[in-house]
């Protein structure tokens, strides 16, 4: 029975549904409560099976759909003229009721530029007007994001004519950000200096530019009648949108250079405490040379000590040395960047990319003397081979970013620390002239006394 219910509410058979009714007097009661028959004829428009639902269940007006939205939601997105007109007769209150984004049927509405539908609920309960989205947008705020100017000034038009003493109030109703409607029509040509009366006029006729200007009062006015001041409402220029591109390449480099430096920290410290060619298992001894001309002797090594240290001490001392240094130096860099250390001021350039060369030629080293020391007689030739190749070709690089780096570097220390130093000896020689001058002076007074003493 409920399946031959939906089937009359989706062809809008009212003749069916009376047929049906009085099989099954109770028919009605036993239908889904979030998908009521009155869901389906009012997104369909069938206003005689709206009519005939609504006389006989009024309370499926107040009804919502898994959506959040009643009857009159539907029927407003759909443009049903006449069915939105029916609901209301059923329950006008239905345009306060608020979907599951908090949007009332004169929002939908208004954001699908249903205008017939919107004259007849603003007619019917201008006060819903006033009511916020959950989003905290105003509905003239909806209309101007959707571009639905002609329901926007339809909606400025109701107000004037159902409540003219609360029209500049409610033209004046704030978003979350705190923009009017008058702000956010500027900002949509922001970068050409428009006011919200400017827009007006590219976009409206010249009959439809007299009424809104007259609606909105003495307080529009164009851009060419502003003198010696900015609209509020255009809050970013094309130099903003050129600093966010800047601040968001600077960001992205900022967070690469984290995680180098953070790569750079765990390989370090895995390095440290698990050195290449591993740690002896046990305790014993070892015979080797000092160095080359030594007699041999004996070592005692203990378990947990580095096989590299007693095999290669040289290599060791080096790897060993470097590592701690690329360790530091990537902690460093973490440091800076956590601490806030940014791109804007050259001496923080400075500071994070030594950091970032030292961290980076100490891998370098590192990588060069374990590669030295572990390599074999087999493996002989293709260290010498590989090392003349890298070597000049890392030479190079680490040359050309140095020339790359020296003239600002140098610059810098020229503008902030040379100067500085000169400005220091100049106020200090001016102040020793004037010491001596000073006192000078005083010793001519003095005997300029004695003279006229005698």
């Known amino acids: 029975m409920e399946g031959k219910l939906h089937e009359a509410a989706i062809t809008g058979d009212a003749l069916e549904l009376d047929r049906l009714i009085k099989e099954d007097p109770d028919i009605l009661s036993g ?24 006389i006989l269940k009024p309370e499926f007006a107040h009804a919502k759909n898994s959506e959040g939205q009643c009857p009159l939601h539907l029927a407003s997105a759909k443009g049903h003229v006449e069915t939105a007109a029916k609901l209301l007769e059923i329950n006008s209150d239905v345009c306060f009721v608020h979907d599951r984004d908090g949007r009332t049927p004169l929002h939908i509405a208004a954001m699908k530029g249903r205008i017939q539908v919107l004259e007849k609920l603003a007619e019917k309960k201008i006060k ?57 029509l500027a900002a949509r040509a922001q970068y050409q200096g ?34 010696g001041s900015k609209s509020y409402g255009i809050k970013r220029s094309m130099w903003d949108l050129l600093f966010e591109r800047k601040n968001a390449e600077k960001s992205e480099t900022r967070d690469t250079l984290m995680v180098v430096a953070i790569l750079i920290a765990t390989v370090t410290f895995q390095a440290q405490i698990n050195p290449p060619g591993g740690v002896w298992q046990q305790d014993g001894t070892i015979t080797r040379k000092k160095f080359a001309s030594d007699q041999p002797e004996e070592v005692m090594y203990y378990a947990g000590q580095s096989v590299m240290a ?32 940014t791109f804007r001021r050259k001496v923080s350039t400075l500071a994070l990319t030594v950091t970032t060369w030292i961290a ?17 007689e087999n493996t002989r030739d293709v260290h010498s081979t590989s090392t003349w190749i890298v070597s000049p070709l890392w030479l190079a690089l680490i040359i050309l970013l140095a020339l790359s780096v020296l003239p600002s570097g140098i610059k810098y220390i020229w503008m902030h620390v040379y100067k500085g130093i000169i400005r220091s000896v100049k106020r200090g020689f001016k102040h020793l002239f004037c010491c001596l001058c000073f006192r000078k002076s005083r010793e001519e007074d003095s005997e300029g006394r004695n003279d006229v003493n005698v």
């Open 31 to 54: 239908a889904a409560a979030e998908e009521t028959p009155l869901h389906i004829a009012a997104q369909l428009g069938h206003t005689e099976f709206v009519a005939m639902i609504g």
């Open 128 to 184: 819903a007007a006033w009511v916020l989205a959950d989003c905290g947008q105003p509905i003239l705020h909806l209309c101007a994001n959707h571009n639905q100017f002609d329901a926007l000034k339809l909606i400025i038009e109701r107000v004037k004519d159902k409540a003219p003493e609360k029209l500049v109030e409610f033209v004046n109703l704030k978003d979350d950000d705190d923009n009017t409607i008058l702000h956010l």
């Open 194 to 227: 428009f006011t919200a009366l400017d827009v007006l006029h590219q976009n409206c006729g010249p009959l439809d530019r007299m009424r809104i200007k007259y609606l909105l009062g003495e307080r529009a006015k164009r851009a060419t009648n502003i003198r």
């Open 310 to 341: 007693f095999n290669h001490p040289s290599s060791y001392s080096w790897f060993i040395t470097f590592n701690i240094v690329g360790f530091v130096a990537s902690l460093i860099l973490i440091l800076l960047l956590v601490s806030g250390f």
């Open 360 to 376: 980076i030629m100490s891998m370098l080293v590192i990588f060069s003397v374990t590669f030295s020391s572990l390599k074999s």
